[in-house]
């Protein structure tokens, strides 16, 4: 009879014949295994049960294993991670894990980690601090070292020990990225000795382990490196030499505003050579200091508000939610075959679902289809799917001029011209066609949900699933909520949305949902600095110093100036005064320039690379501008535009447009990449406090002028000297 400790508790030990330990994480209450405290420690009597066992004889190999299909560890327990306020105590915190799995490092007998799923952070570093590794070919297998991403690093030996097994740029490709490695990518690497399949362990799971630790162990662990990587990563100026470019891409990419990446080089720089136990120090006491940042705090805020959208059906907070199911979707409809109904199939069509395009113009629908093909090639191309796939993915969108196979779609997109009656004749006729319970959205970025609703007879049926432009690259889906929409409507959108890889948040219908009302005010407030006089550098300068991924005058470029003044009309009609277009954003509406797409906008493009502000514009926009640029103070343009979105958003929040604060950074960080490091819009005016920006908005009133008035709930908030985030808290 085999030995075995108690079942329930993870991880378990058990010892089979000959000697062969076998530990299963498999932890009962979670659906993934964690390292939270109680595993570690459990982790640690088993590893120091092995070590006794080991000595006498009675272990005489390892293995590592998950009990749950398609996830072997996925990390530590990252809520313990966010009290950690002191150094001192993160540093500890990174020696306890170090401590363990240099106990397990040094147990007498080969060691085996088996990962047929998902593996990251301390479940990954669990992993090297074995003898071999194994991946198999589940979708899932995979090893990453995610740290990075929520401003920290691999502080249990992951920073020390890649390195040293897959060599120095390698290691740092996936500490300083998080990126996860599957298959014979992560064999070719030295991450692992073999990629078995997954169904030869389903049928013997043991004869592998018995092979490697016994019979036939893998020759080599570890990469295997040409004579210039070698030389490279072996000698002191090389090794100076790759850390340089290193540090050179990750301040490129993100303007030096994240400290983990840059600190992650400065541990591996210090600890290249020094003996395993002064490297683990060097790395446990930059855990310590990265864990005590405000950074590391805000992405932390960012990841749970992720998983919250993950986790989540849209009904959160609404009664008798919990008897909702979202409708399955096998086949959906397209209406409308451009920019965006292109996307919206190839996204679809990729994850497997059944896509029937229709438009009224051949060639719109065969332009469509070459757009979807496009995105397919391109993800060939970056080796993200195989050439086979690609092909099969694109036969599942069929395109036409008329309604064939509507009768069996299940959800149908209307992504037709931004045109009320138009889109209101097409859903009409969409609505006769589909069969009964399939459910109708729009993708307007601009009409009322409610007024279109008002052409159908099943106006519960429909919601608005807002993407945004490009659809295979912005992660956020506005899911709309009209009057009429049902529960069952927004729940199989807010479902779609996420099974087609998207981050979905629930909004209210009014003039740009959550992202374009919040948006377009920063966009016409750099109207207004420009046509003070203040330049396109200055201006765009300000807003990527603070951490935007570009300056709002660029992204005017990129979203359209066409798209953006059309925006901008209709929120002006709706808001009145405070949201008039500014002259400089009027005056380039009227040119032919149509910004990125046309080469041309406030700055000059050759292809799609920008090559600088174009400089003939200020002669351009003369009446709008004047004819010498002026100095504004770069805090002063920075206040101003952060000031206009704050505002806003108190108005959305108040209006119950969007439900929380939480949702509200959510969409504007998926939806215009506002910094992730920044912790959100309405958190970081909460670190500001609501107090201080009225003030502040006071000053901008009386010197700018009225559309700076604070909006009546900021001013409520800052009376009750509360914040966003306490006024509009998550409903759970
Ligand atoms: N482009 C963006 O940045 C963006 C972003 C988010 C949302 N949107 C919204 O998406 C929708 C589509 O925008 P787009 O940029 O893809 O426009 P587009 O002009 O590229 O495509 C619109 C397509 O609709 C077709 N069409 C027109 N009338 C039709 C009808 N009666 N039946 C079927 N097809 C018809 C046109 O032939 C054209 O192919 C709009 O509502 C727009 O507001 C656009």
């Known amino acids: 009879m085999p030995e075995k400790s108690e079942r329930s508790e993870s991880p378990f030990l058990e010892i089979r014949r000959d000697g062969l330990a076998v530990v299963t994480f498999d932890d009962p209450d979670r659906g993934a295994n964690v390292l939270a405290e109680t595993v570690l420690r459990r982790l640690d009597e088993v590893v120091g049960q092995l070590a006794a066992r080991a000595r006498v004889g009675d272990v005489r190999g390892v293995v590592f294993q998950s009990g749950k299909p398609g996830s072997f560890i996925v990390g530590a327990d990252v809520s313990e991670i966010g009290g950690i306020e002191d150094p001192d105590q993160g540093a500890e915190a990174g020696r306890e894990g170090q401590r363990i799995y240099l106990a397990l490092e040094r147990l007498p007998v080969p060691t085996l980690a088996v990962v047929g799923g998902t593996c990251m952070g301390g479940g990954t570093e669990l992993a090297l601090a074995c003898r071999y590794r194994i991946l198999t070919d589940h979708p899932k297998a995979g090893m990453a070292l995610p740290e990075v991403q929520l401003g920290i690093l691999p502080g249990w030996g992951g920073t020390t020990r890649l390195p040293r097994l897959i060599g120095l740029q390698a290691a740092l490709d ?22 078995v399949p997954a169904s030869l362990l389903e049928e013997d799971a043991e004869a592998v382990y018995r092979r490697i630790l016994f019979d036939d162990p ?13 030389s490279l990563e072996d000698t002191a100026p090389g090794r100076a030499l790759v850390l340089r470019q290193a540090r050179k891409t990750v301040m490129e990419r993100t303007g030096g505003h994240y400290p983990a990446p840059l600190k992650i080089l400065d541990v591996v720089r210090e600890s290249v050579g020094l003996p395993v136990e002064e490297a683990l120090e060097i790395e446990a006491k930059a855990l310590g200091e990265l864990m005590a940042t405000r950074v590391s705090k805000h ?40 920019v965006m109904g292109g996307g919206i199939a190839q996204l679809a069509a990729g994850k497997g679902i059944q896509v029937r395009m229709k438009d009224i113009e ?39 001029i008329e309604y064939g196979g509507f009768g069996q779609l299940d959800l149908v997109v209307e992504a037709v011209v931004e045109r009320l009656d138009v889109k209101r004749s097409v859903l009409k006729e969409v609505e006769e066609r589909v069969p009964e319970g399939c459910i109708l959205t729009s993708n307007t970025s601009t009409l009322s949900i409610d007024a279109m609703a008002e052409s159908l007879t ?35 959108v807010y479902a779609l949305a996420l099974r087609l890889g998207k981050v979905p948040v629930v909004v209210g219908d009014g003039p740009g949902f959550v992202v374009n009302r919040i948006l377009l005010p920063y966009l016409n407030e750099a109207g207004h600095l420009l046509g003070e006089g203040a330049s396109i550098e200055s201006i765009d300068a300000a807003a990527t110093a603070f951490g935007m991924p570009m300056g709002p005058l660029r992204l005017v470029d990129e979203v359209g100036i066409d798209i953006a003044g059309h925006a901008g009309r209709i929120l002006h009609e709706a808001f009145g005064s405070r949201a008039e277009p500014s002259a400089p954003l009027v005056a380039i509406g009227e040119t032919d320039r149509l910004g990125t797409k046309g080469g041309l906008g406030f700055y000059r ?116 000297d509360r914040t966003f985030y306490e006024a509009w808290p998550a409903p759970s």
């Open 174 to 195: 996936l500490l300083l990225t998080g990126k996860t490695v599957r298959g014979h990518r992560a064999r070719k690497m030295g991450l692992v000795e073999e990629v």
């Open 218 to 230: 893998p020759s080599r662990t570890g990469a295997e490196r040409g004579f210039f990587q070698r």
């Open 299 to 338: 992405l932390l805020h960012v990841f749970h508000l992720r998983e919250r959208a993950r986790k989540g059906t849209g009904l959160e907070g609404r009664e008798g939610a919990s008897d909702v199911e979202p409708h399955e979707i096998s086949e959906l409809g397209v209406v409308g075959a451009g």
């Open 362 to 400: 051949h060639d719109a629908v065969a332009s469509g289809l070459q757009h979807a093909r496009s995105i397919f090639d391109g993800a060939v191309k970056r080796h993200r799917m195989k050439e086979r796939e690609a092909d099969q993915a694109m036969e599942r969108i069929s395109g036409g």
């Open 458 to 492: 099943r106006p519960r049926d429909f919601c608005g699933m807002h993407f945004f432009n490009p659809v295979h690259k912005m992660p956020l889906v506005e899911v709309v909520r009209g009057t009429r929409s049902s529960d069952a409507a927004v729940a199989t």
């Open 605 to 720: 493009y050759e292809g799609k690379k920008e090559v600088g502000p174009d400089p003939e514009i200020y002669d351009l926009l003369s009446g709008a501008v004047p004819a010498e640029r002026i100095e504004i103070d770069e805090a002063d343009i920075r206040a101003r535009l952060l000031l206009v979105m704050m505002n806003e958003a108190a108005r959305i929040l108040d209006e119950g447009l969007a439900d929380s604060a939480a949702d509200v950074d959510l969409a504007m960080i998926m939806g215009t990449g506002f910094p992730p490091f920044r912790g959100g819009l309405l958190r970081f005016a909460d670190e500001v406090h609501p107090r201080v920006l009225v003030e502040r908005l006071r000053e901008y009133q009386a010197e700018v002028g009225d559309r700076f008035t604070p909006a009546p709930p900021l001013v409520r908030l800052a009376e009750a």
